[in-house]
């Protein structure tokens, strides 16, 4: 009955659709936007009676290899339904916590972003939202945006690169047809120094119980968890998986032996790879994201350390550029066993490198086609032995016994390759939050998940509604 009232009296009062963006709130020792965010919400939920978010917040990564990026590369967004009285009070709300939560952080590096938009995300915020995650966004770009958008966007702080990533996140927002789901659980702030505690055997079980729905959660081959993060921030783990539902229930048997103050799901744009658009060799630039096709141009160079470096060739003319792929993504393992004249499709992000210019990073390798056969000098018909080249016109000759000839030519001889036709993806410790892991090949987790009960949660205080 009291569900009946609190929606009778939605229908009799103005209600607005406001869209909260955040970002670059992470200092260089500590912070996190999505800490920030479930502070916020939190309190708006508690605090407001009649507000209440009709969708999961957004957790969104951007593209991640731009210089200035944040710790975790991450922004996020929330949207909020408000009795139109009720604004002001929300708005002076969001400003204090925000403020708030900037005073009692330590380190420097932060240019927070703050953004409200009023009614539906026009078309130029989630154009903005492919640029950041695919491309470098400069500051000329947003301010357009802003001033095309002044009627419906209110930026309570200053310009900042902030801006960049909270106006993404709300664009991200009717942008994404697929997506994946995170709950974090988060720390109180006396245990920020201490080492994180989860029980690693509870963090196995749970993998083992709902590894068809969640990924990434241990590394069995070097026996560490991979829900756990490191360093100084609020959070205590991350569990990521396709339902929201299941996360809940993953979380619950987990044994977290350390206080926590609450948690929250996010909905994300994290291991879709969406990050690999379609680009062509001639027009990738540095802090860039995309895949390209090629043929190797030359023999790749293995570097001390076991990197590997390969000259991928454009298949349509001759421009060409450098591919890195380095050990500790496993990538390395397999590129070192191309050859001149495959045929590769690598995906990854654009650096600049001092010595070479252009490099991609590599974080996916598909190999598309392999040589299979390359010519050898011919054998000494009379000894068998491989013959050398005489000399320029001059023919062969064996080195052997002497032998010399004009008419032989050199033989085609089958090749036995180290690598494969296929597609290869980092090892699981070295996947970044983008990146499809192997574990999610095949799944598909679309953006409609209606929200479940305990969404969002804090510990201290049951007075939260969803």
Known sequence: MWRVRKLLSRVHETYLEVHVGLDDTDTDLEGCTTYLTFKILSKILNK????????????????PVIPFKTRGNAATSFIIKIP???LSNM?????????????????????????????????????????????????????????????????????????????????????????????????????????????????????KAFQNQTFLNYDYENNKPLIIPSGRNPVLLGIRGEDPATLLKALKTLNLCEDF????????????????????????????????????????????????????????N???????????????????????????????GGKWWEDLGLVIHGDLLEVVELVNETLRNPSCPLCGH????????????CPACGYRSLTLSKEKVKINRGVAIGTYRPVDSAVKHLIMPQSRVGRRSDCSKLLVSEWVYVREDGSIHS
């Open 91 to 207: 708005k002076k709300l969001v400003i204090d916590e925000f403020y708030e939560y900037l005073r009692n952080i330590e380190g420097s590096g932060v240019e927070p972003g703050l953004v409200f938009l009023y009614g539906n995300i026009p078309n130029e915020l989630s154009k903005l939202y492919r640029k950041a995650l695919t491309d470098y966004v400069h500051k000329d770009y947003v301010t357009k945006i802003i001033n095309k958008l002044n009627e419906s966007i209110e930026i309570p702080l200053s310009y900042s690169r902030g801006l960049v990533g909270a106006l993404a996140a709300i664009g991200a927002s009717n942008t994404l047809t697929e997506c994946t789901y995170e709950i974090l659980v988060y720390r109180t702030r006396n245990n920020y120094s201490r080492e994180r505690c989860v029980d690693e055997e509870s963090i196995k079980a749970m993998d």
């Open 48 to 63: 407001i009676p009649k507000a209440f978010s009709p969708n999961y917040p957004l957790l969104i990564r951007l593209n």
């Open 84 to 86: 139109e009285k009720d």
């Open 386 to 397: 491989r013959m050398k080249s005489a000399g320029k016109g001059k023919g062969f000759k």
């Open 261 to 316: 103050e609450g948690w929250l799901i996010y909905k994300t744009n994290q291991a879709l790879n969406a990050h690999h658009v379609e680009r062509s060799i001639e027009e990738f630039r540095p802090y860039q994201t995309g895949c390209i096709k090629g043929r190797v141009f030359e023999n790749p160079s293995i570097r001390s350390g076991g990197d590997v470096l390969i000259k991928l060739e454009s298949l349509e």
């Open 318 to 348: 001759k421009h060409s550029l450098w591919v890195a792929f380095f050990s500790e993504t496993g990538l390395g393992k397999l590129a070192r066993y191309l050859m001149k004249g495959d045929v590769i499709r690598v995906c990854g």
